[in-house]
């Protein structure tokens, strides 16, 4: 399903280069639950915003679903992050005025999905995480834990190809955190393919093959 080979992103400006990635390679298949961890400064973040089609390496080949990501065009990538990444970030990102239903209809507008079947999905989704009767609270009325579980359900509104977390658990209370991972792991035994970015240990342990990363490489 996706494929990084020889992957390294350089950062210049007119006093420094810094290097983020450095020669990273690895393959990810369907079905398969990965962690990437190091600590901070390892370049996990970065690694995140080239997997995720949110930014091109320097140099290298990215392989997503037999799709040469480095190739594509700014409008191609918007359509590559649509339909098949489904992104799950620290800060949830929901529009805190919005109801939990129309934050996971979100992304399916721009997909152009009719609202009927946006609002019937969106439901369906806030069903399988828990918040069915929490679908037209605000997430300013949503604990942090109910947030993260409306990142997910959002996070799938397209059927995406992957899952890409970002330290999913990093603003949540241990419990509320392990609620979380027991989401993600009941996702991918249904089969989903779930990418999780983590600094923590503990966190890691969820996934069934942790990639670790230290100044930029895969160690």
């Not at 679903?65 to 191609?76: I, N, P, R």
Request: aromatic fraction near 4%.
């Amino acid at each position: 399903m996706m494929q990084v080979s020889h992957i390294s992103k350089i950062y210049r400006n007119d006093l420094v280069e810094t290097v983020a990635l450095s020669d990273v390679s690895f393959k990810i298949k369907k079905g398969e639950f990965v962690a990437i961890m190091g600590p901070s400064g390892s370049g996990k973040s970065t690694l995140m915003h080239v997997i995720g089609a949110l930014d091109l390496p320097t140099t290298g080949t990215y392989i997503l679903d037999g799709e040469d990501v480095g190739k594509l065009s700014e409008d191609e990538l918007a359509d590559v992050r649509n339909r098949k990444i489904g992104f799950v970030f620290q800060s949830h990102n929901l529009l805190p005025r919005t109801t939990a239903l129309k934050n996971v209809m979100l992304p399916m507008v721009y997909a152009g999905i009719s609202k009927e079947e946006r609002i019937k999905k969106a439901k369906d989704l806030l069903e399988m995480v828990g918040l069915g009767d929490r679908q037209n609270h605000t997430s300013s009325q949503l604990s942090g834990g109910q947030q993260q579980r409306v990142a997910i359900a959002r996070s799938l509104a397209n059927n995406p190809s992957i899952i890409l977390a970002d330290e999913p658990t990093g603003n949540l209370a241990t419990a509320q955190g392990e609620e979380i991972m027991a989401i993600f792991q009941d996702l991918n035994k249904k089969g989903h393919t779930i990418i999780m970015i983590t600094h923590e240990a503990n966190i890691a342990k969820y996934a069934k093959r942790i990639i670790h990363l230290r100044d930029g490489k895969v160690v």
